[in-house]
């Protein structure tokens, strides 16, 4: 079955002529057709863009197959991948899950996107999300709920949750998501998939439509640790479009994978205070075998501390919304998107963003305009910028001591769509393993580690220091060769 | 300490939305739950500890100043609303009276 491939699967099978792009794309675009009516992970769908894109690909192969220089050629070359639609991709409908951006067309590609093509990466369409990536659920979308393929009653997680299901159910070989608090790995856990979460400045966040700058980062969300490292390593650079970009070479993520299997002379940190009263017993349980796996392949297991996580949350729930309110003020009914006209400039204002915005987005722009305001500012916003400080150095003081953090990624498996859509803040508690990363701006990925009773997946998630993601990544390879977690897949009834 | 009614009405108008008053109502309960909860971050002593707006060391990123091609007018405007004469069209802004 093509559409189970993974990147690097299909990268061989590609180049020794056993398989076309075409036929690549064709299977994977037949395989959305017979589940996305129930997983609903694709906002939209360009079939015919991405068939012409892996004819391209296929005419690149045959050239290089020709000249003898297909070692060269990117192993995205003819693979078909899925965006996240908070990525602008040119031409091609970017919602961002709400009904303000219902009509809107993007005039250019953010930079990863381009990376992606340039490499000969073919893209099937855009993912759903919550809306403006604000969310832990897809509940927020302003058009569906994706539904997770392990269990259609459940979510998949979110923002970036479409991108997520859609790897676990086939209906891509990879995608992009991005990762603001979690958006990347929470899904991934919640699907049973690999998603990584990038150092802050790794990857060009341009022609990502913003939430919170000091914390957005795109991220890779695939099948195994290799596909997530192919992945990085073709968005990954220095963009002088992006201010915060950093001019970093970027080495080979994958190619160091077969050299070193074990993890002898890794230090791992488990932090205690990632294991708390009131996260499902299993959880608990899968992750603390997943480090007792990677004590076994050598590692040297440490107890650690972040004595600042229980602020987290509350950090991070100022700093995103007041810059999503700064952020998002852009959206003004006057030169993109929604426009519901009022009496006056003012009512045109107020009348837009009042129909346009969803229930969350608006909750998150009132929430940061309240800490942005006049007699407010110094007590919510600069106060959490300094308790962001103390949890930054948390971070800094263990990673002295340790090479990699291991801990839970999500505190649940995945719930059941509807449980938390009345209850703002019990919403949020479901990213307080994974946004404190985006807080001091370090990288991490979630990896399937095992399952619930109820066959649900469960993520370990990995946690290294600033552009460390080599590190990282040969840890979760390690663990991913060690087990057999991540060949596991949801059973779909495919329509005939 | 709950927002009033009040209150949540001026952040409404500083944030440029409109919003029904079940609307109003709803997010007064919902918005004091999350800085009731948020209120967590009051009780570190942060008076020695500097605020942190970015991790990168990054102050100040220059470039040269040359003039390279820019998006077309007319992508620029492909999405606006309303355009005229290669501009976006916005209501008076002053009131003439």
Redesign the interface.
């Known amino acids: 079955m093509l559409h189970e491939l993974t990147i690097h699967q299909a990268a061989s099978l590609l180049r020794s002529g056993e398989i076309t792009a075409v036929e690549l794309t064709e299977a994977v675009l037949a395989r959305i057709l017979a589940v996305d009516n129930d997983v609903k992970a694709y906002l939209a769908l360009t079939p015919e863009v991405a068939l012409e894109q892996a004819a391209e690909a296929d005419a690149t192969l045959a050239d290089a197959r020709r000249a003898g220089t297909l070692a060269e050629l990117p192993l995205l070359t003819g693979i078909p991948l899925a965006i996240k639609d908070v990525i602008s991709v040119e031409g091609i409908p970017a919602t961002c899950g709400s009904k303000i951006l219902e009509?809107?067309?993007p005039?250019?590609s953010a930079t990863a996107v381009l990376k992606l093509r340039a490499a000969g990466a073919v893209l099937l369409g855009k993912t759903n999300t919550d809306e403006f990536a604000m969310g832990s659920s897809t509940e927020n979308s302003a058009y569906f709920t994706t539904h997770n393929p392990w269990d259609l009653e459940r979510v998949p997680g979110g923002s970036s949750g479409g991108s997520a299901a859609a790897v676990a159910a086939d209906e891509c070989l990879a995608a992009l998501g991005t990762d603001t608090g979690g958006s990347v790995r929470q899904p991934a856990a919640l699907c049973g998939v690999v998603g990584l979460k990038p150092t802050?400045?790794r990857v060009s966040r341009y022609g990502l439509i913003a939430y919170a700058s000091?914390l957005d980062q795109i991220g890779s969300l695939a099948k195994d640790v290799t596909d997530a490292a192919i992945l990085l390593g073709a968005i990954a650079g220095h963009d002088?479009r992006d201010?915060?970009s950093?001019n970093a070479p970027v080495p080979d993520y994958a190619a160091p994978f077969q050299h070193k299997p074990g993890l002898s002379g890794l230090r791992i940190g488990v932090p205690k205070e990632y294991f708390v009263p009131g996260m499902q017993p299993e959880v608990e349980a899968a992750v603390r075998a997943a480090i007792g796996v990677m004590r076994d392949l050598g590692a040297e297991i440490r107890e650690v501390s972040l004595p600042?996580t229980?602020?987290a949350?509350?950090?991070y729930?100022?700093i995103a919304p007041a810059e999503a309110?700064a952020n998002l003020?852009r959206f003004?009914?006057?030169?993109?998107?929604?426009?519901a006209s009022g009496g006056?400039?003012?009512e045109?204002?107020?009348?837009t963003?009042?129909?346009g915005?969803g229930?969350e987005v608006?909750?998150r722009?009132?929430?940061g305009?309240?800490a942005l305001?006049a007699g407010y500012y110094d007590?919510?916003y600069?106060?959490?910028?300094?308790?962001?400080?103390?949890i930054?150095q948390d971070f800094d003081n263990v990673l002295r001591d340790v090479d990699v953090i291991a801990c839970p990624t999500s505190p649940t498996t995945a719930f059941r769509i509807g449980e938390k859509v009345d209850d703002?803040?019990s919403m949020?508690l479901t990213d307080i393993f994974t946004l404190s990363l985006n807080?001091?701006?370090i990288c991490g990925l979630s990896l399937p580690c095992g399952f619930d009773a109820a066959g649900l997946p469960i993520g370990l998630q990995l946690i290294a220091g600033?552009f460390e993601e080599p590190r990282l990544l040969q840890a979760a390879y390690a663990y991913e060769q060690a087990t057999d977690w991540h060949t596991r897949k949801p059973k779909l009834e495919a329509e005939s | 300490m709950p927002l009033t009614i009040s209150e949540?009405e001026h952040?409404?108008e500083?944030?440029?939305?409109?919003?029904t008053d079940a609307?109003t109502a709803l997010?007064r309960d919902?918005?004091s739950?999350?800085?009731d909860?948020?209120?967590?971050?009051?009780r570190?002593d942060?008076s020695a500890?500097?605020?942190?707006?970015?991790?990168?060391p990054?102050r100040n990123?220059l470039?040269a100043d040359h003039v390279t091609p820019a998006?077309s007018q007319e992508?620029?405007l492909?999405?606006?609303?309303?355009a005229v004469e290669g501009c976006?069209r916005?209501?008076?802004?002053l009131d003439a009276g």
């Open positions: 009509n809107y067309l005039p250019y802050y400045g000091s002088p201010s915060t950093v600042h229980d602020l949350l509350p950090v729930y100022l309110s003020a003004d009914g006057i030169r993109y998107g929604l426009s006056s400039l003012w045109t204002y107020r009348q963003r009042g129909q915005f229930p608006k909750r722009i009132m929430l305009a309240y305001s007590a919510y600069l106060k959490a910028q300094q308790v962001r400080t103390l930054k703002p803040l949020y807080l001091a701006g600033p | 949540v952040i409404a500083l944030a440029k939305l409109s919003l609307e997010y919902q918005l739950a999350i800085l909860y948020a209120a967590a971050i009051q570190v942060t500890i500097p605020p942190t707006a970015t991790v990168l990054l990123v470039r998006m992508d620029v492909a999405n606006a609303p309303d976006f916005v209501k008076t802004i």
